[in-house]
C-alpha cells in the first residue's frame, strides 16, 4: 500500500468540547495516507471529544499552542463542536497559529463550528466557504461568501458543513497534501 503522505505533518487544533468524529475521521484519512496528525491544544495533558452534546473519549495532546511553530507543520485541522469552537476563538495563541498558516499559504481544513477560530483570526473576508448553517450569518458578515455545499475548495483553504460530509472532506485534505 503506497503512503504518499509519508512525512507530513497536521496539526489538529482543539479544545475540550470538539465534535470527536470531526477529529477521528479526517485524521484516519491522513494517516491512512501515511501523514502525521498531532492533537494540539491550550494546555497539555487530554482533551475530551463530544457526541454532539454528550462527553465521549479522551486524547492526548502532543504539543500546546504555544510549544508549536507552523514552519514544522504542513496544515492544520479545525474540527468543530459548539464548545470547542467557541473556546478556541478567544485564543490568542490559535488565533497567531491560522494567521502564520494562512501567511505562509498552508492548507487550514475546517469543518462545522469550526470557521468561528478563523472569524476571530480575521482570515474569511473574500473566501468562499461552507460550515454549519448556523454560522452562515457569522461568516457572511465577516466577509465570506458562505455556500450549502458539502464541500468548498478556495485556494488553501478546505471547509465542510458536518459530520456527513467527512469522507468528503478527509480526501480533499489528502488530496491537497499531495495524495
Not at 477521528?24 to 494517516?31: F, V
Not at 514544522?72 to 473556546?87: I, K, Q, S, W
Not at 490559535?94 to 481544513?109: F, G, M, P, S
Request: aromatic residues 6%.
Amino acid at each position: 500500500m503506497a503512503h504518499p503522505l509519508t512525512g507530513k505533518r497536521v496539526a489538529a487544533l482543539v479544545t475540550d468540547g470538539f465534535e470527536q468524529v470531526e477529529l477521528t475521521g479526517p485524521r484516519q484519512a491522513l494517516e491512512h495516507a501515511g501523514a502525521r496528525v498531532d492533537i494540539v491544544s491550550a494546555r497539555p495533558g487530554k482533551v475530551t471529544g463530544w457526541n454532539h452534546t454528550t462527553p465521549a473519549d479522551t486524547f492526548g495532546v502532543e504539543h500546546t499552542f504555544d510549544a508549536i511553530r507552523m514552519e514544522d507543520y504542513d496544515a492544520l485541522l479545525l474540527p468543530g463542536g459548539v464548545v470547542n469552537a467557541d473556546t478556541i476563538r478567544t485564543d490568542e495563541m490559535a488565533q497567531e497559529l491560522v494567521r502564520d498558516a494562512a501567511r505562509t499559504d498552508k492548507t487550514i481544513a475546517v469543518i462545522c463550528h469550526g470557521g468561528w477560530l478563523l472569524i476571530s483570526a480575521d482570515l474569511v473576508r473574500g473566501k468562499r466557504m461552507t460550515s454549519w448553517p448556523s454560522l452562515a450569518d457569522d461568516l457572511k458578515n465577516a466577509g465570506a461568501d458562505w455556500v450549502d455545499e458539502q464541500l468548498v475548495v478556495d485556494g488553501q483553504l478546505i471547509s465542510s458543513r458536518k459530520p456527513d460530509d467527512i469522507p468528503a472532506f478527509g480526501k480533499a485534505l489528502v488530496a491537497a497534501l499531495g495524495g
